[in-house]
């Protein structure tokens, strides 16, 4: 039997060189990496003017950092002199300008060039034409935003509007107060899987009675094999005995106060492709932000946010951490032992999705038409 033969309960994956083609990938950090709103950090590192972080977005490093005005920057990490990078740490802060280690050109918060060796000599030089290359940036939910692309998307549409078509509005979300929150722990995995492995997990939860028996206590409609994000709007309830949302179902935190009667007990999981996925507990929001190194290989930075006072009092937040630290690992664990498969000649034309994932094949659509080869092109 041929894929082409399925029966209606079965709907077609992509092929497996989707999940290990260097050239695939490449394309994906050009069409979507470097085209869409990519978020990059969390706005309170970038706490005072001269703080900055370094990311991989695609294939370019960026530069973030807080300018003198209290505004977000965002530059290609790369001097307009000689093209070296400018800055090699992950993280840091500097007092008034970032200096090229190598010719010694110098640009202010803004991106400015101030000064060079002998530039008063090149009066022809116009320092606002040589100054750093800006990329596009937004603050949403606390975290900074960037886009590469020449013309952005709308942020409106593209991000926010993937909280609505979650959700059903913007106004859900905004009661977490996620931009007030503070990170509670912080943990990073470096998965040696594809990116997609890892969305196309997230998004179901076929195998959630298979290998989450944590979540499924915590969440019993879980075990039934549907995912919260199947359903506009809809949140998993917390179970009958269950009291928090924690690895042994006891009581949890202080529940966010804006956090409606409706939204109490339950759990909403959004994706905003194409790297963020946000969870939203009563008492906490979970912040994942994925980052693709190569086809078989992502890291993923994960934040646990509570209220401040929750962070700053040393409270133990161990119990909520240690449940989607597990989940976590438990997926990572699935994503990984997929990998392999994606090369095999079994997989050259892939698999099947089972109703509960048909909604992943719209996930498969999306990225073949960004990549130019859906059935829209």
Known sequence: MTLSDLPPSLVPTLSGEYYTDPGVFAQEQE?????????????????????????????????VTRARDGSVKAFFNV??????????????????????PYHAWT?????????????????????????????HVREWLGYVWVCLAQEPPSFEEEVMGAVVERLGDVGSIERYGVEGLSVG??????????????????????????IHPELTEVLPEFADGYAAQYYVG?????????????????????????????QDRRYYAITVRPQVFVNLVPDHVIFHRMYPVAADRTVVECDWLYLPHVVESGMDVGRSVELFDRVNRQDFD????????????????GGVLVPSEHHIGAFHTWLLNKLGTGPAH
């Not at 001097?79 to 200096?99: I, K, N, P």
């Open 185 to 210: 722990r912080r943990i990073r995995y470096d998965v040696r899987a594809n990116w997609k492995l890892i969305i196309e997990n997230f998004m179901e939860c076929y195998h959630c009675a298979t």
């Open 234 to 262: 809809h949140g998993a309830q917390f179970g009958e005995e269950v009291r928090g949302f924690t690895v042994d179902g006891s009581e949890g935190l202080e529940r966010i106060p804006g956090v409606s009667e409706e």
């Open 31 to 63: 069409h979507i990496f470097e085209a869409m709103w990519f978020c990059v950090a969390r706005a309170s590192e970038l706490a005072k003017p001269g703080a900055f972080r370094t990311v991989d977005v695609g294939r370019e490093s960026v530069l």
């Open 334 to 349: 699935a994503c990984e032992r997929t990998q392999p498969g994606m090369g095999s000649r079994l997989y050259a034309k």
């Open 107 to 135: 640009y202010g918060l803004d991106g400015g060039l101030v000064a060079a060796p002998n530039l008063t000599s090149m009066p022809d030089v116009d320092r606002s034409a040589y100054g750093l290359a800006a990329v």
């Open 79 to 100: 001097c307009r002199h000689r093209g070296a990078r400018l800055c090699t740490q992950e993280s840091g802060e500097v007092r008034r300008a970032f200096q090229c």
